[in-house]
């Protein structure tokens, strides 16, 4: 029977680390690997090396290189999931959670990692499309289903009134963070939190009238 590493580190007595840990460190390690050295030189054994992991604990969170980097664009995206639970309860409400949902995802996709990871895949990189699809799956796809679902389920009630929820969010993200992003990704404007996004979010949601 394969020995799990919580079972190895107790035999080599330390205490056994969660898998949550375990996971966290493997996507730390993957992340930094590749903003500094390149998608290429995130390899299995590299991550393994800089996580203080053994290799085949790496392989449980991830089978390649691939879903190793779809891994980080979906726990990034993982992190504001818990924002989209809130729900109002009067149209009045809208605007105030819409904008506190959309702050949550600029500050994480709009900071000084996410912007160097877009200036990667805009990059020559190896397997360059297949790269783009992962991002375009867990990070942009993902992040545009999660709003129109909040949108439609607001809609459903009453509370706003738009015609076609699933393109009211993909105006209100490119508005919000598709442009900053290029902008920070050229060097015009420095990633969050240096940047202020919010007077960004207000006009975009009062031009929707949201």
Same mark, same amino acid.
């Given at each position: 029977?394969?020995?799990?590493?919580?079972?190895?580190?107790?035999?080599?007595?330390?205490?056994?680390?969660?898998?949550?840990?375990?996971?966290?460190?493997?996507?730390?390690?993957?992340?930094?690997?590749?903003?500094?050295?390149?998608?290429?030189?995130?390899?299995?054994?590299?991550?393994?090396?800089?996580?203080?992991?053994?290799?085949?604990?790496?392989?449980?969170?991830?089978?390649?290189?691939?879903?190793?980097?779809?891994?980080?664009?979906?726990?990034?995206?993982?992190?504001?999931?818990?924002?989209?639970?809130?729900?109002?309860?009067?149209?009045?409400?809208?605007?105030?959670? =819409?904008? /506190?949902?959309?702050?949550?995802?600029?500050? *994480?996709?709009?900071?000084?990692? $996410?912007?160097? %990871?877009? !200036? @990667?895949?805009?990059?020559?990189?190896?397997?360059?499309?297949?790269?783009?699809?992962?991002?375009?799956?867990?990070?942009?796809?993902?992040?545009?289903?999660?709003?129109?679902?909040?949108?439609?389920?607001?809609?459903?009630?009453?509370?706003?009134?738009?015609?076609?929820?699933?393109?009211?969010?993909?105006?209100?993200?490119?508005?919000?963070?598709?442009?900053?992003?290029?902008?920070?990704?050229?060097? =015009?404007? /420095?990633?969050?939190?240096?940047?202020?996004? *919010?007077?960004?979010?207000?006009? $975009?949601?009062? %031009?929707? !009238? @949201?």
């Amino acid at each position: 029977m394969p020995t799990t590493e919580a079972e190895t580190q107790k035999r080599r007595g330390r205490p056994a680390r969660p898998e949550e840990a375990l996971a966290a460190a493997v996507i730390a390690a993957a992340t930094k690997l590749m903003l500094q050295h390149g998608y290429a030189a995130m390899t299995m054994e590299a991550v393994a090396r800089q996580a203080g992991v053994a290799k085949k604990t790496v392989y449980r969170f991830a089978g390649d290189r691939e879903a190793l980097f779809g891994l980080i664009v979906k726990n990034w995206t993982d992190t504001f999931l818990p924002a989209f639970t809130t729900e109002a309860a009067s149209a009045e409400e809208v605007p105030a959670i =819409l904008e /506190a949902i959309l702050s949550t995802i600029a500050q *994480r996709v709009l900071c000084e990692d $996410a912007v160097g %990871l877009f !200036r @990667l895949l805009v990059g020559d990189i190896p397997a360059r499309e297949e790269i783009l699809s992962i991002y375009d799956r867990n990070g942009v796809e993902r992040s545009r289903a999660l709003l129109a679902d909040w949108l439609a389920r607001h809609k459903a009630r009453g509370l706003i009134d738009v015609a076609d929820a699933t393109m009211a969010s993909d105006l209100i993200l490119s508005m919000v963070i598709a442009e900053p992003l290029r902008r920070m990704a050229l060097g =015009l404007v /420095a990633p969050v939190p240096a940047t202020d996004i *919010r007077p960004r979010i207000t006009v $975009a949601l009062a %031009l929707l !009238r @949201l």
